[in-house]
């Protein structure tokens, strides 16, 4: 069974950091592009950054950079999300999710995802 599953969630004051990852089960991570998405209360979800099969980074939201990174561990079939110098604006809900090979902007390109988990940014 594939499986997807985010965690390293919670509540962080304004400049905080914190580091999400993402684990993959049923599946190796090594051919995929793995994007995290993130949708915040009445908004669309968003892709906001996705790694290549090659380690390139991708960004998509243009807020976030200089402040995430997003890095593959196909050993541990992990992928992580380090967001630093986090802001109100960056509170949602964050999904991770795979498509072959390529990353896209497309949030409907992308085939399996896992369940989210909530950032909370607020002092």
């Known amino acids: 069974q594939l499986q997807l599953v985010e965690s390293g969630g919670g509540l962080v004051q304004p400049g905080g950091s914190l580091r999400l990852s993402c684990a993959a089960s049923?599946?190796?991570?090594?051919?995929?592009?793995i994007g995290w998405f993130r949708q915040a209360p009445g908004k669309e979800r968003e892709v906001v950054l996705c790694?290549?099969?090659?380690?390139?980074?991708?960004y998509y939201t243009d807020s976030v950079k200089g402040r995430f990174t997003i890095s593959r561990d196909n050993a541990k079939n992990t992928v992580s999300l380090q967001m630093n110098s986090l802001k109100p604006e960056d509170t949602a809900v964050y999904y991770c999710?795979?498509?072959?090979?390529?990353?896209?902007?497309?949030?409907?390109?992308?085939?399996?995802w896992g369940q989210g988990t909530q950032v909370t940014v607020s002092s």
């Open positions: 999710a795979v498509r072959n090979y390529y990353c896209s902007g497309s949030v409907n390109n992308y085939n399996y």
């Open positions: 049923g599946f190796a991570l090594d051919y995929y592009a």
């Open positions: 790694i290549g099969t090659q380690g390139r980074n991708a």
